[in-house]
């Protein structure tokens, strides 16, 4: 299986950056604007990663639209790489966050925010301790049907 690429980004040579957690307390909000699954890649070489039995390991890559400006090009969407399983992993945070606003799930337009909050154990000798998430999401406003109605006359 390979990796999904959004046609825009691919088209117009470019695409948003990636949100950056790098110290415990870092933090990033904004209004979702796009949401794709996609296959994880390895980091070293970009090829597809898979689990043992040859499945794809797959993530939920969200692009936000956020304040954040490094320079003059930058428009300030970011991608959030969503994934893992347990309640403290990006995608688990972002799940929690979604039944704590009594959502289904994600919405184009609502407001979605992550913040790295400390550190696991590592899972073997060895490794780096995995990363920890909290997470916070609001959903678009409900359209105003009666609003929409006097627009069009109806």
Not at 18 to 38: C, M, N, R, Y
Not at 92 to 110: C, H, N
Not at 117 to 138: H, I, S, V
């Amino acid at each position: 299986m390979s990796t999904s690429t959004d046609i825009n980004a691919f088209l117009m040579g470019g695409g948003a950056k990636s949100a950056k957690f790098e110290h415990v307390g870092d933090k990033i909000s904004g209004t979702i604007t796009a949401a794709e699954v996609t296959q994880q890649t390895d980091l070293t070489d970009g090829t597809p990663k898979t689990w043992d039995n040859g499945d794809p390991m797959m993530q939920l890559v969200v692009t936000i639209a956020t304040d954040l400006r490094e320079d003059e090009d930058d428009e300030g969407t970011r991608k959030l790489y969503l994934k893992g399983s347990k309640p403290t992993t990006s995608l688990g945070a972002v799940r929690a966050a979604i039944k704590a606003a009594g959502a289904k799930g994600l919405e184009i337009g609502g407001t979605l925010s992550v913040a790295y909050t400390g550190d696991g154990e590592p899972t073997k000798r060895g490794f780096t301790a995995p990363k920890q998430y909290a997470a916070k999401y609001t959903p678009p406003p409900a359209l105003d049907q009666a609003a929409v109605d006097d627009i069009f006359g109806d």
